[in-house]
């Protein structure tokens, strides 16, 4: 859109302050909280899923290590 001058004479009416609803405000903090509480609550589970995942492994290095050491014991036959 092309700029026009106005001439001197004319006068330009104020702007008007951005006028926003209490409703619409509401609606969005509510969504940003649940946002939050999702994304917190996912967070949360996937630590304590990791946490799972690396009991399992040492525990499972662990079985492995004391079942092997058992049989290292004669090592002078073959097997």
């Not at 700029?3 to 619409?24: K, N, T, W, Y």
């Not at 969504?31 to 009991?55: C, D, K, P, Q, R």
């Not at 492995?64 to 058992?70: A, E, F, I, K, M």
């Amino acid at each position: 859109m092309p700029f026009i001058p106005r001439h001197q004479d004319e006068s330009v009416a104020p702007a008007e302050p951005l006028r926003i609803g209490v409703r619409p405000l509401l609606v969005v903090a509510f969504s940003g909280l649940i946002l939050v509480a999702l994304s917190g609550a996912f967070l949360l589970g996937l630590a304590v899923v990791g946490l799972m995942a690396g009991a399992v492994a040492g525990w499972e290095l662990l079985r492995r290590h004391l079942r092997r050491s058992g049989r290292l014991v004669a090592l002078d036959r073959p097997v």
